[in-house]
Protein backbone atom coordinates (compact mmCIF):
# COMPACT_ATOMS: atom_id res chain seq x y z
CA UNK A 1 0.00 0.00 0.00
CA UNK A 2 1.19 3.70 -0.69
CA UNK A 3 0.32 5.85 1.82
CA UNK A 4 0.61 9.89 1.82
CA UNK A 5 -0.41 12.47 4.18
CA UNK A 6 -1.64 15.53 3.62
CA UNK A 7 -0.74 18.47 6.26
CA UNK A 8 0.04 21.65 7.40
CA UNK A 9 -3.41 23.81 6.10
CA UNK A 10 -6.36 24.32 7.47
CA UNK A 11 -9.09 21.96 6.39
CA UNK A 12 -12.79 22.51 5.38
CA UNK A 13 -14.07 19.49 4.64
CA UNK A 14 -17.14 20.13 2.24
CA UNK A 15 -19.79 19.10 5.33
CA UNK A 16 -20.54 22.67 6.60
CA UNK A 17 -18.61 22.42 9.25
CA UNK A 18 -16.48 24.48 10.90
CA UNK A 19 -12.56 24.69 9.43
CA UNK A 20 -10.00 22.79 11.55
CA UNK A 21 -6.56 24.46 11.70
CA UNK A 22 -3.84 22.25 11.04
CA UNK A 23 -5.78 19.00 9.23
CA UNK A 24 -4.36 15.98 8.45
CA UNK A 25 -5.54 13.54 5.95
CA UNK A 26 -4.46 10.00 5.42
CA UNK A 27 -4.59 9.03 1.64
CA UNK A 28 -4.42 5.54 1.22
CA UNK A 29 -3.76 5.01 -2.72
CA UNK A 30 -6.88 6.89 -4.20
CA UNK A 31 -9.10 6.78 -0.91
CA UNK A 32 -9.25 8.91 2.48
CA UNK A 33 -8.33 6.48 5.73
CA UNK A 34 -8.10 8.81 8.66
CA UNK A 35 -8.78 12.77 8.68
CA UNK A 36 -8.49 15.05 11.77
CA UNK A 37 -5.79 17.27 13.73
CA UNK A 38 -3.08 15.97 12.46
CA UNK A 39 -1.61 15.32 16.22
CA UNK A 40 -3.94 13.26 16.65
CA UNK A 41 -3.73 11.02 13.82
CA UNK A 42 -2.97 7.05 13.93
CA UNK A 43 -0.47 6.59 11.10
CA UNK A 44 0.56 2.98 9.96
CA UNK A 45 3.63 1.94 10.80
CA UNK A 46 5.02 1.96 7.31
CA UNK A 47 7.06 4.94 5.02
CA UNK A 48 4.33 7.61 4.20
CA UNK A 49 5.11 10.33 1.79
CA UNK A 50 4.19 13.84 3.55
CA UNK A 51 2.53 16.45 1.15
CA UNK A 52 3.23 20.13 2.51
CA UNK A 53 -0.17 22.30 1.93
CA UNK A 54 2.10 25.46 2.85
CA UNK A 55 -0.51 26.92 5.44
CA UNK A 56 -3.31 26.58 2.75
CA UNK A 57 -7.21 25.59 2.68
CA UNK A 58 -7.72 21.77 1.84
CA UNK A 59 -11.02 21.37 0.69
CA UNK A 60 -13.01 18.49 -1.63
CA UNK A 61 -12.47 18.87 -5.28
CA UNK A 62 -15.32 20.90 -6.47
CA UNK A 63 -18.06 19.64 -8.64
CA UNK A 64 -19.58 21.66 -11.46
CA UNK A 65 -22.91 20.46 -12.18
CA UNK A 66 -23.97 22.47 -15.51
CA UNK A 67 -21.03 22.36 -18.22
CA UNK A 68 -20.20 22.26 -21.79
CA UNK A 69 -16.85 20.92 -22.36
CA UNK A 70 -17.52 20.87 -25.95
CA UNK A 71 -17.51 24.52 -26.59
CA UNK A 72 -16.61 27.52 -25.83
CA UNK A 73 -17.84 30.80 -25.67
CA UNK A 74 -20.76 31.54 -27.70
CA UNK A 75 -19.20 32.64 -31.08
CA UNK A 76 -21.47 31.91 -34.29
CA UNK A 77 -19.40 33.09 -37.02
CA UNK A 78 -16.27 31.12 -35.28
CA UNK A 79 -18.28 28.18 -34.92
CA UNK A 80 -18.99 27.88 -38.24
CA UNK A 81 -15.55 27.58 -39.67
CA UNK A 82 -14.37 24.77 -37.10
CA UNK A 83 -14.12 21.50 -38.67
CA UNK A 84 -16.55 19.10 -36.63
CA UNK A 85 -13.13 17.33 -35.36
CA UNK A 86 -11.31 20.00 -33.91
CA UNK A 87 -13.23 20.50 -31.38
CA UNK A 88 -12.71 17.46 -29.98
CA UNK A 89 -8.86 18.63 -29.64
CA UNK A 90 -10.32 21.75 -28.28
CA UNK A 91 -12.02 19.76 -25.29
CA UNK A 92 -8.73 18.38 -24.25
CA UNK A 93 -7.47 22.23 -23.17
CA UNK A 94 -10.96 22.84 -21.62
CA UNK A 95 -10.75 19.95 -19.71
CA UNK A 96 -7.21 20.88 -18.16
CA UNK A 97 -8.35 24.91 -17.36
CA UNK A 98 -11.09 23.10 -15.63
CA UNK A 99 -9.07 20.98 -13.38
CA UNK A 100 -6.53 23.28 -13.17
CA UNK A 101 -9.72 25.62 -11.33
CA UNK A 102 -9.84 23.39 -8.73
CA UNK A 103 -13.06 21.06 -10.67
CA UNK A 104 -12.47 17.78 -10.55
CA UNK A 105 -16.11 16.58 -11.31
CA UNK A 106 -18.58 17.92 -13.54
CA UNK A 107 -21.77 17.09 -15.34
CA UNK A 108 -21.73 17.40 -18.96
CA UNK A 109 -24.81 19.50 -20.07
CA UNK A 110 -24.46 19.11 -23.25
CA UNK A 111 -21.95 17.56 -26.03
CA UNK A 112 -19.18 15.32 -24.62
CA UNK A 113 -20.16 12.27 -25.73
CA UNK A 114 -19.38 8.64 -24.46
CA UNK A 115 -16.23 8.81 -26.07
CA UNK A 116 -15.21 11.82 -24.33
CA UNK A 117 -15.84 10.45 -20.94
CA UNK A 118 -14.05 7.24 -21.83
CA UNK A 119 -10.80 8.95 -22.68
CA UNK A 120 -10.40 10.44 -19.52
CA UNK A 121 -11.17 7.13 -17.38
CA UNK A 122 -8.71 5.11 -19.91
CA UNK A 123 -6.26 7.89 -18.88
CA UNK A 124 -5.69 8.81 -22.16
CA UNK A 125 -6.28 12.81 -21.42
CA UNK A 126 -6.39 14.36 -18.25
CA UNK A 127 -10.09 15.99 -17.45
CA UNK A 128 -12.69 16.18 -14.62
CA UNK A 129 -14.63 13.18 -13.82
CA UNK A 130 -17.84 13.44 -15.82
CA UNK A 131 -21.40 12.24 -16.17
CA UNK A 132 -22.67 13.19 -19.85
CA UNK A 133 -26.32 13.83 -21.12
CA UNK A 134 -24.81 13.40 -24.48
CA UNK A 135 -27.44 15.94 -26.19
CA UNK A 136 -30.31 17.74 -24.59
CA UNK A 137 -34.02 17.08 -25.77
CA UNK A 138 -35.97 19.92 -27.21
CA UNK A 139 -39.22 20.30 -29.09
CA UNK A 140 -39.23 21.75 -32.54
CA UNK A 141 -38.51 25.43 -32.40
CA UNK A 142 -37.53 24.71 -28.76
CA UNK A 143 -34.34 25.51 -27.06
CA UNK A 144 -32.21 23.27 -28.64
CA UNK A 145 -33.63 23.79 -31.71
CA UNK A 146 -30.86 25.70 -33.65
CA UNK A 147 -33.04 26.63 -36.61
CA UNK A 148 -32.81 30.08 -37.95
CA UNK A 149 -35.48 32.68 -38.77
CA UNK A 150 -33.07 32.64 -42.36
CA UNK A 151 -33.23 29.03 -42.74
CA UNK A 152 -30.18 28.38 -41.60
CA UNK A 153 -29.56 25.55 -38.96
CA UNK A 154 -26.64 25.67 -36.81
CA UNK A 155 -26.64 22.88 -33.86
CA UNK A 156 -24.17 23.76 -30.98
CA UNK A 157 -23.91 20.00 -30.94
CA UNK A 158 -23.97 18.22 -34.53
CA UNK A 159 -25.90 15.21 -34.43
CA UNK A 160 -23.32 11.76 -34.89
CA UNK A 161 -23.09 8.30 -34.65
CA UNK A 162 -22.62 8.99 -31.21
CA UNK A 163 -24.66 11.81 -30.46
CA UNK A 164 -28.18 11.79 -32.09
CA UNK A 165 -30.51 14.75 -32.63
CA UNK A 166 -31.96 15.61 -29.77
CA UNK A 167 -35.34 17.32 -31.14
CA UNK A 168 -38.32 15.52 -30.69
CA UNK A 169 -41.72 15.70 -30.66
CA UNK A 170 -45.19 14.19 -29.14
CA UNK A 171 -45.20 11.16 -26.40
CA UNK A 172 -43.82 8.24 -28.48
CA UNK A 173 -41.01 11.00 -30.37
CA UNK A 174 -39.77 11.72 -26.47
CA UNK A 175 -39.47 7.74 -25.65
CA UNK A 176 -37.58 7.21 -28.68
CA UNK A 177 -35.11 9.92 -28.20
CA UNK A 178 -34.71 9.06 -24.80
CA UNK A 179 -33.46 5.52 -25.78
CA UNK A 180 -31.43 6.67 -28.40
CA UNK A 181 -29.62 9.32 -25.84
CA UNK A 182 -29.77 6.20 -23.12
CA UNK A 183 -28.31 4.18 -26.30
CA UNK A 184 -25.48 6.59 -26.95
CA UNK A 185 -24.05 6.09 -23.25
CA UNK A 186 -25.82 8.79 -21.07
CA UNK A 187 -25.52 8.70 -17.46
CA UNK A 188 -28.75 11.35 -17.49
CA UNK A 189 -30.81 12.59 -19.60
CA UNK A 190 -31.19 16.75 -20.14
CA UNK A 191 -34.85 17.80 -21.24
CA UNK A 192 -35.29 21.09 -22.39
CA UNK A 193 -39.03 22.67 -20.67
CA UNK A 194 -38.86 26.03 -21.13
CA UNK A 195 -37.06 28.35 -23.62
CA UNK A 196 -33.76 30.21 -23.11
CA UNK A 197 -31.64 32.81 -23.69
CA UNK A 198 -29.05 31.43 -26.30
CA UNK A 199 -31.62 29.85 -28.19
CA UNK A 200 -32.91 31.64 -31.85
CA UNK A 201 -36.43 31.53 -31.97
CA UNK A 202 -37.95 31.30 -28.24
CA UNK A 203 -37.67 33.04 -24.60
CA UNK A 204 -36.97 31.32 -21.72
CA UNK A 205 -40.55 31.77 -20.15
CA UNK A 206 -41.80 29.95 -22.97
CA UNK A 207 -43.26 26.90 -21.96
CA UNK A 208 -41.87 23.80 -23.64
CA UNK A 209 -43.14 20.27 -23.93
CA UNK A 210 -46.86 18.83 -22.17
CA UNK A 211 -46.77 17.27 -18.87
CA UNK A 212 -47.37 13.84 -20.85
CA UNK A 213 -44.42 14.57 -22.65
CA UNK A 214 -41.88 15.19 -19.83
CA UNK A 215 -43.57 12.21 -17.82
CA UNK A 216 -43.01 9.77 -20.48
CA UNK A 217 -39.13 10.87 -20.24
CA UNK A 218 -38.67 10.63 -16.87
CA UNK A 219 -40.45 7.10 -17.18
CA UNK A 220 -38.52 6.01 -19.50
CA UNK A 221 -35.07 7.23 -17.61
CA UNK A 222 -36.26 5.42 -14.66
CA UNK A 223 -36.93 1.98 -16.25
CA UNK A 224 -32.39 1.96 -16.15
CA UNK A 225 -31.64 2.25 -12.38
CA UNK A 226 -30.19 5.09 -11.44
CA UNK A 227 -30.90 7.15 -14.19
CA UNK A 228 -32.07 10.68 -13.63
CA UNK A 229 -33.86 13.62 -15.25
CA UNK A 230 -32.68 17.01 -15.56
CA UNK A 231 -34.30 19.80 -16.61
CA UNK A 232 -33.56 23.30 -18.59
CA UNK A 233 -35.90 25.25 -16.78
CA UNK A 234 -36.30 29.06 -16.82
CA UNK A 235 -39.89 30.20 -16.49
CA UNK A 236 -42.16 29.06 -13.49
CA UNK A 237 -44.86 26.85 -15.90
CA UNK A 238 -42.11 24.98 -17.75
CA UNK A 239 -40.92 24.52 -14.08
CA UNK A 240 -43.14 23.40 -12.48
CA UNK A 241 -44.22 20.58 -15.67
CA UNK A 242 -40.99 19.32 -15.08
CA UNK A 243 -40.80 19.35 -10.93
CA UNK A 244 -44.56 17.46 -11.10
CA UNK A 245 -43.30 14.96 -13.76
CA UNK A 246 -40.19 13.83 -11.48
CA UNK A 247 -37.18 15.64 -12.56
CA UNK A 248 -34.56 15.47 -10.56
CA UNK A 249 -32.56 18.91 -11.06
CA UNK A 250 -33.57 22.39 -12.33
CA UNK A 251 -31.05 24.20 -14.53
CA UNK A 252 -31.58 28.06 -13.78
CA UNK A 253 -34.93 28.93 -12.49
CA UNK A 254 -34.93 32.30 -13.51
CA UNK A 255 -38.37 33.16 -12.99
CA UNK A 256 -39.36 30.95 -10.06
CA UNK A 257 -42.62 32.02 -8.00
CA UNK A 258 -44.18 30.92 -4.73
CA UNK A 259 -45.83 28.01 -6.10
CA UNK A 260 -42.50 26.51 -7.86
CA UNK A 261 -40.51 26.69 -4.85
CA UNK A 262 -43.10 24.92 -2.52
CA UNK A 263 -42.81 22.00 -5.19
CA UNK A 264 -39.37 21.90 -5.17
CA UNK A 265 -39.03 21.56 -1.53
CA UNK A 266 -41.94 19.34 -1.52
CA UNK A 267 -40.51 16.88 -3.87
CA UNK A 268 -36.71 17.84 -2.88
CA UNK A 269 -35.88 19.09 -6.23
CA UNK A 270 -31.86 20.07 -6.49
CA UNK A 271 -31.96 23.77 -8.17
CA UNK A 272 -28.45 24.69 -10.41
CA UNK A 273 -28.77 28.14 -10.87
CA UNK A 274 -26.34 28.78 -13.36
CA UNK A 275 -26.46 32.65 -12.69
CA UNK A 276 -22.42 33.07 -13.92
CA UNK A 277 -24.66 32.44 -17.27
CA UNK A 278 -26.36 35.30 -18.34
CA UNK A 279 -24.06 37.59 -16.81
CA UNK A 280 -21.01 36.66 -18.71
CA UNK A 281 -22.46 36.85 -22.21
CA UNK A 282 -23.40 40.36 -21.12
CA UNK A 283 -19.71 40.98 -20.51
CA UNK A 284 -18.24 39.03 -22.98
CA UNK A 285 -20.69 40.87 -25.66
CA UNK A 286 -19.37 44.38 -23.71
CA UNK A 287 -15.65 42.95 -24.63
CA UNK A 288 -15.94 41.15 -27.66
CA UNK A 289 -19.24 41.65 -29.54
CA UNK A 290 -19.11 37.95 -30.58
CA UNK A 291 -22.76 37.14 -28.58
CA UNK A 292 -25.85 37.16 -30.81
CA UNK A 293 -27.98 40.22 -30.14
CA UNK A 294 -31.48 38.23 -29.48
CA UNK A 295 -29.12 36.42 -26.60
CA UNK A 296 -27.80 39.32 -25.17
CA UNK A 297 -30.80 41.44 -25.09
CA UNK A 298 -32.61 38.61 -23.22
CA UNK A 299 -29.64 38.00 -21.08
CA UNK A 300 -29.81 42.05 -19.57
CA UNK A 301 -33.88 41.10 -19.32
CA UNK A 302 -32.85 38.37 -16.91
CA UNK A 303 -30.19 39.92 -14.92
CA UNK A 304 -31.79 40.85 -11.60
CA UNK A 305 -34.63 38.99 -12.19
CA UNK A 306 -33.12 35.66 -12.10
CA UNK A 307 -30.72 36.54 -8.69
CA UNK A 308 -33.85 37.75 -7.14
CA UNK A 309 -35.47 34.43 -8.19
CA UNK A 310 -32.50 32.07 -6.32
CA UNK A 311 -32.31 34.55 -3.31
CA UNK A 312 -35.77 33.33 -2.49
CA UNK A 313 -35.29 29.82 -3.75
CA UNK A 314 -32.24 29.89 -1.18
CA UNK A 315 -34.38 31.24 1.70
CA UNK A 316 -36.96 29.34 1.43
CA UNK A 317 -34.46 26.35 2.08
CA UNK A 318 -34.17 24.63 -1.72
CA UNK A 319 -31.30 22.64 -2.42
CA UNK A 320 -28.97 24.92 -3.96
CA UNK A 321 -26.05 23.22 -6.34
CA UNK A 322 -23.06 25.03 -8.06
CA UNK A 323 -23.13 24.63 -11.75
CA UNK A 324 -22.23 27.80 -14.58
CA UNK A 325 -22.98 26.36 -17.91
CA UNK A 326 -19.45 26.97 -18.76
CA UNK A 327 -19.06 26.80 -22.58
CA UNK A 328 -21.17 29.85 -22.42
CA UNK A 329 -17.67 31.48 -20.47
CA UNK A 330 -14.31 29.83 -20.64
CA UNK A 331 -13.11 26.69 -19.57
CA UNK A 332 -11.24 27.50 -16.00
CA UNK A 333 -13.61 30.72 -14.85
CA UNK A 334 -16.01 28.29 -13.46
CA UNK A 335 -15.56 29.84 -9.65
CA UNK A 336 -17.27 33.03 -10.63
CA UNK A 337 -20.28 31.50 -10.30
CA UNK A 338 -19.18 31.10 -6.33
CA UNK A 339 -19.41 35.25 -5.22
CA UNK A 340 -22.53 35.48 -7.31
CA UNK A 341 -23.83 32.55 -5.03
CA UNK A 342 -22.92 34.66 -2.15
CA UNK A 343 -24.51 37.57 -3.83
CA UNK A 344 -27.96 35.67 -2.59
CA UNK A 345 -27.58 35.47 0.50
CA UNK A 346 -25.19 31.83 0.76
CA UNK A 347 -22.38 32.72 3.16
CA UNK A 348 -18.79 31.52 1.72
CA UNK A 349 -19.20 28.06 3.87
CA UNK A 350 -22.25 27.25 2.30
CA UNK A 351 -21.54 27.99 -1.03
CA UNK A 352 -18.11 25.67 -1.03
CA UNK A 353 -20.72 22.98 0.68
CA UNK A 354 -22.80 23.68 -2.39
CA UNK A 355 -20.40 23.09 -4.67
CA UNK A 356 -18.71 19.73 -3.15
CA UNK A 357 -21.20 17.74 -0.53
CA UNK A 358 -24.29 18.90 -2.40
CA UNK A 359 -23.44 18.72 -5.88
CA UNK A 360 -21.98 15.48 -5.44
CA UNK A 361 -25.58 14.77 -3.97
CA UNK A 362 -27.19 15.67 -6.89
CA UNK A 363 -25.28 14.06 -9.24
CA UNK A 364 -25.63 10.53 -6.79
CA UNK A 365 -21.81 10.48 -5.93
CA UNK A 366 -22.69 11.38 -2.17
CA UNK A 367 -21.84 8.25 -0.50
CA UNK A 368 -18.08 7.97 -1.97
CA UNK A 369 -16.90 11.68 -2.74
CA UNK A 370 -17.81 15.64 -2.35
CA UNK A 371 -16.49 15.56 1.19
CA UNK A 372 -13.51 14.97 3.16
CA UNK A 373 -14.11 11.91 5.18
CA UNK A 374 -12.83 8.11 5.98
CA UNK A 375 -13.16 6.08 2.97
CA UNK A 376 -14.32 8.17 0.08
CA UNK A 377 -12.34 9.09 -2.97
CA UNK A 378 -9.46 11.43 -2.70
CA UNK A 379 -10.70 14.66 -4.62
CA UNK A 380 -8.82 17.30 -3.13
CA UNK A 381 -7.66 20.88 -3.70
CA UNK A 382 -5.41 23.20 -2.01
CA UNK A 383 -5.94 27.22 -1.91
CA UNK A 384 -2.98 28.97 -0.99
CA UNK A 385 -5.43 31.54 0.22
CA UNK A 386 -8.61 31.69 2.45
CA UNK A 387 -11.55 31.49 0.93
CA UNK A 388 -13.70 32.18 4.05
CA UNK A 389 -12.63 35.63 3.87
CA UNK A 390 -13.15 36.12 0.64
CA UNK A 391 -14.66 33.70 -1.67
CA UNK A 392 -12.91 35.47 -4.97
CA UNK A 393 -9.92 34.35 -3.81
CA UNK A 394 -11.08 30.78 -5.60
CA UNK A 395 -11.51 32.83 -8.92
CA UNK A 396 -7.67 32.72 -9.90
CA UNK A 397 -6.26 29.33 -10.57
CA UNK A 398 -3.01 30.52 -9.87
CA UNK A 399 -4.20 30.14 -6.08
CA UNK A 400 -5.28 26.66 -6.11
CA UNK A 401 -1.85 25.57 -5.51
CA UNK A 402 -2.90 21.72 -5.59
CA UNK A 403 -5.20 19.33 -7.19
CA UNK A 404 -5.28 15.35 -6.55
CA UNK A 405 -7.89 13.63 -8.72
CA UNK A 406 -8.57 10.12 -7.55
CA UNK A 407 -5.65 10.24 -4.82
CA UNK A 408 -2.98 11.56 -7.91
CA UNK A 409 -0.95 14.80 -7.96
CA UNK A 410 -2.53 16.54 -11.24
CA UNK A 411 -1.76 20.12 -10.20
CA UNK A 412 1.10 21.03 -8.45
CA UNK A 413 2.33 24.44 -8.18
CA UNK A 414 3.19 24.51 -4.55
CA UNK A 415 7.03 25.16 -5.63
CA UNK A 416 5.94 28.60 -7.20
CA UNK A 417 4.06 29.23 -4.09
CA UNK A 418 6.79 29.00 -1.24
Not at 6 to 23: S, V, Y
Not at 38 to 56: F, H, K, M, R, W
Not at 285 to 295: I, K, L, R, S
Request: proline share 6%; hydrophobic share 40%; aromatic share 4%.
Amino acid sequence: MTYSLLCNGTLIDGTGTKPLRNGGILLDGRYIRTVGPVDSLTLPNTTIEEIDAQGGFIMPGFIDTHVHLMIESFNLPQMMQTPFSLNFYKAINHMRRTLDAGITGVRDAGGADLGVKMAVETGLIEGPRMQICVTMLSTTGGHGDSWMPGGLDMPLFPAHPGRPDGRCDGVDGVRKKVREVLRAGADVVKVSATGGVLSPTDHPEFTQFSPEELAVIVQEASFRRGIRVMAHAQGAEGVKNAVRAGVHSIEHGIYLDNEAIELMLERGTFLVPTLLAPVSVVQIAEAAGTMPAYGVRKAREVLDIHRESIARAYKAGVKIVMGTDAGVMPHGTNMGELALLCGVGMSPLKVITAATQTAAECLGWGDWLGTIEPNKIADIIVSKANPLNDIHVLENPDNIILVIKDGVIVKDLRSRAA
